[in-house]
């Protein structure tokens, strides 16, 4: 019997190894009857159609592992390989198929090439079809399938139920599933995918987790020996799938654990994960063990809105958005990398609610920042139900996922359904809030204007919504030619293709139409390309706001905002480091970022000097390397701080001697 388990690489993400795929293999492995005499092979290259079904080999099973990333790509492969082998038995699953029972008939119909479905988790019930296929026999005692009926009429047996006992399933880390992958696929992976536990106590409606509910721990033994190979293979980033790492007593003995690895073999450098959402004292604690083992992790805090009426409409009013806070502060104390998720278009929203939920989300704290998701339908989650969407209003539309990666071929297109209305944001109210959003997110994670928003926000009294929304509404108002205006005509545009369905990522330009961004990319790059225009109409925009809503705030002191923002962008074409006197500490008070930091009055020579990249030959792969090293949390430069009026140096002089006391900061964090 020969098996293929094709789990395709997706849109926009990192090669990590296919834990899905890998866990079906093993699993029917570990099973003496269905492994005798059976090969078995992982498919994972997303090549031309004709190429990977010419190189199945006869297949006597196929089975499609289906996510919102890769699920177009997948069925398109089944439907030429039911061309080419059509005696071969094709099994589909994960979060992509249809679990609600006419949706499955639905989807049956629509993809005549698949034979069964499988819900929830796969491999348990991937076995017994294996066992079933090799002794000839039907389906029919096995939980949780939809199968084609070839009358017509398609059977649904009993409901999934959840393993509560991880044990009776099997490591492709172990068991050599995954040696086979790495030696036909050496240096693709950049990632290990790996899981600690299984499962999520919560019940938010956009997420397919909160399906799981109770929460199943694997053995500590296999997750010690997986991470072991794991380092072993020099894998040096490691991403993980629970949904809450921190929610068992255990993980924090799991953190250790990584640090003594990392103590042993160099390995890994890298740790991506969710935290859990209530136990911030937990999630410290985890943190720091691993900062303190140079295990590089950023904190994601997945608040997804600050209301406590969307957290309700969404099920999440469990969650303690407070506690996320927290822990963001004690992080923002320590230098740790923090960011908060937001999803946009969430029933219960409104203009002004998510409107300062966006502000909330934007501290002083230089290593932090805020992800920016459009909410969209996953299939089986709650909020996709027919029922709530037409309770919630929600109006959407299918749209091509584009990557933002150069060169990339998807061979056949993925879609999102993205959320564009909702009955508490109708359309226009959707479009302005999606304006103020990713205008903020420009500014802000893309550090266009961060040192102003934060003396705004903290040295003027004026409310940093209301100013956001100043400068959002400006890209609408905005006389022709100016950057503002360009700004808006970005937006615009994004707009226009999401109404009609069309990418949410667009070329930056006519004549570059593989040189694709995201919205708030698009917009840092035009604002980078003009900036010292962007500043000046941002210095016009924020002198008229603050005299309305902040008359008492110095005017010196703004103006040395937007000084000191300009010194320490770096401008494409520029590599000689630039120097300004300044009357207050503002390298001291950017570096710090905790909340009630104060900006001393006193005078500072600050130095900047710009990244490599700076002088590169085209500011097209100058605004892309920025962007991506502000992605990354890398520098963009360097300041040199020297507190007290040194006084300039004479034409020609000698570099003065660096005197004691001297502070060398990162621009970025």
Known sequence: MRVVVNQFEG??????????????VAAARQDAEVAAGASFTIAIERDAVERVVAGYDRPDVLGYALYPWNAAYGLAVAAAARRAHPDALIVAGGPSVPRRPEAARRFLDAHPAVDVLVFGEGELAFREILRARRRGGALDHVGGLAIRGRDGVHRLTAPPGRLHDLAPTASPYLDGTFDELWARHRGRFDMALCETNRG?????TFCDWSLTKHVVEFPLARVHAELEWVARHGLRHVMLADANFGIRPRDVELARFLAGLRARTGAPTSFYFYLTKNDHARNLETIEILQAAKIACWVGLAVQDFDDHV????????IQSDESMRLRDVCGDRGIPTFNELILGLPGQTYASFTETVARAMPGLPRHDFVLYLCRLIENTELGDPASRARHGLQTRRCRWQTSTPGFDPIVDEYQEVVIATADLPPEAWARTYRFAFVAAALYNLRLLRVVLRHVAEGTGAALRDYLEHL????????????YAELGAIVDRYVASIRAGEPFVLPLADDAPDARAYVDEALATAALRRYDAFLDETRALTAAFVAAAAPDADPARLAEAFRYQALITPRWGHGEAVTATLAHDW?????????GATLAARPVTARFVPPPFATVPSFAAFAATQLACVRARLDLGEVEAVVGDAGPAAPGAPPRPRPRGLVVLPTSG
Do not use: H, N
């Open 200 to 204: 999520c106590p919560f019940s938010c």
């Open 587 to 595: 390298p001291a008070y950017v570096a710090d970022g905790t909340a």
């Open 472 to 483: 959002a509404d400006a890209t609408v108002a905005a006389a022709p030619g100016t950057v």
């Open 311 to 318: 957290l309700a409409t969404v099920k999440r009013d469990r």
């Open 11 to 24: 849109i926009d993400a990192t090669p990590a190894l296919p834990l899905a795929a890998g866990c079906l």
